[in-house]
Structure formats: structure tokens, C-alpha cells
């Protein structure tokens, strides 16, 4: 997962991903959280919210500031400084949990309803119709009539 944050002109704005976080900073985020486990972290971000989002960028804002203090540590106007986006990765994750429901149950109408869902929560957008594709559900793709269903 991508997190961004824009501080604002003149200074550019800065990427982080969750990847490339340690095990000591993702335990160090949990904690900072009130024990919230990490995959509901995830979940947490990539609802946008503001604890969560703070946390990830807190911890790595500690790998030059080791003494920064989570509790004193804010980002005003975090609505429209921070924001999580998730990348082609975790996109064929959805999809192919989808894929797999929605072939149990012979329909791709599930898989269609969290389309404009996973399209906001992209980093890129043309992910979403790469992994369609990729899993052969490329007829789901808007504005595709090139394709045969």
C-alpha cells in the first residue's frame, strides 16, 4: 500500500509504502494503535483513516527522528495532506478472492459491484483493468466493447 503525504507548497509530496516497513515498525504502528493487529491496520487504511495513516507516517518519520513521540506527532489537515492507495498487488489479492466467489456462484456481478471501490483505492487505475484481464475478465472493463464476454 502506497501512502502519500503532500505537505504543501513548496515542498514536494513524499510516498511511502507499507512494504518497506520492518517488523519492529509495523509492531511499533500496532502498539501505537492501541494493539490493533496489522491486518486490520490495513483495513483501516485503506479506509482512509486518520490514526492509521498517521501511524504508518509516524513510523517512518522515526527512522530519522527515533525519539518522536506517536501521541505528540499530528498532521493538520490531514484530509487532504494523507491518503492510502493500494498497488497492482494488492489489487489481483481482491480480484482473485472475487474471481473465485464469484465463479463458486457462477456471476460476475460481485465482482462488478466493487469495481468503482477498487478504481478509487488504486494508485493507478489502469490496474484494475490489467488484473481483469490478466484473470480473463477483461469483458468487465468499462467502455470495453472490443471484447468478447
Known amino acids: 500500500m502506497i501512502i502519500t503525504y503532500t505537505p504543501g507548497e513548496p515542498l514536494p509530496e513524499e510516498r511511502y509504502y507499507t512494504d518497506d516497513l520492518s517488523a519492529k515498525e509495523a509492531a511499533a504502528i500496532e502498539e501505537a494503535t492501541g494493539g490493533t493487529a496489522w491486518r486490520r491496520i490495513e483495513d483501516l487504511l485503506r479506509a482512509q483513516d486518520p490514526t492509521a495513516l498517521r501511524a504508518v507516517l ?38 482473485n478472492t472475487l474471481v473465485t466467489e464469484a465463479l463458486a456462484n457462477s456471476e ?25 484481464d490478466a484473470l480473463g475478465k477483461g469483458h468487465l472493463v468499462a467502455g470495453r466493447e472490443d471484447f468478447a464476454a
Not at 522515526?62 to 501521541?71: E, H, K, T
Open 58 to 95: 509516524w513510523a517512518f518519520r522515526r527512522r530519522a527522528q527515533p525519539a518522536l513521540d506517536f501521541d505528540e506527532f499530528d498532521v493538520p489537515g490531514w484530509k487532504r495532506r494523507l491518503s492510502a492507495a493500494i498497488e497492482r498487488a494488492e489489487i489481483d489479492d481482491v480480484l
Open 108 to 132: 460476475d456481478a460481485s465482482i462488478d459491484s466493487m469495481l468503482p471501490h477498487l478504481r478509487r483505492l488504486a494508485h493507478d487505475q489502469a490496474d484494475v483493468d490489467a488484473a481483469l
